[in-house]
């Protein structure tokens, strides 16, 4: 089992930043890859970034790429999100995840096998 807390979120005006963590327990955190998602109000979840375990590659969605930097340290258990440049169209529930599979850095939901319960993030206008 893998228990996943994200921490972070808030209120914070377009152009503005926050960092996102997520704290994970359970299995060895260093193991499997990481994921952000994140769900605006009446839409589906989208994918946001993803990092393998050893933390040498990335992706992201083309809607954060060169704003948002994911990141992790093992020795924490903890993934992180640096989120720049906000945009009122980033505000969501953000959640992070945990792929097991920890070769890959997958956008598919289905390939995530532990979630958070998600923070809160509003980028007022």
């Known amino acids: 089992q893998v228990q996943l807390v994200e921490s972070g979120g808030g209120l914070v005006q377009a152009g503005g930043s926050l960092r996102l963590s997520c704290a994970a327990s359970?299995?060895?955190?260093?193991?499997?890859?990481m994921g952000w998602f994140r769900q605006a109000p009446g839409k589906e979840r989208e994918f946001v970034a993803a990092i393998r375990w050893s933390a040498g590659h990335t992706y992201y969605a083309d809607s954060v790429k060169d704003r948002f930097t994911i990141s992790r340290d093992n020795a924490k258990n903890t993934v992180y999100l640096q989120m720049n440049s906000l945009k009122p169209e980033d505000t969501a529930v953000y959640y992070c995840?945990?792929?097991?599979?920890?070769?890959?850095?997958?956008?598919?939901?289905?390939?995530?096998?532990?979630w958070g319960q998600g923070t809160q993030v509003t980028v007022s206008s």
């Open positions: 995840a945990a792929d097991l599979t920890d070769w890959r850095t997958s956008t598919k939901q289905y390939e995530y096998d532990y």
């Open positions: 359970g299995r060895t955190f260093s193991r499997y890859a």
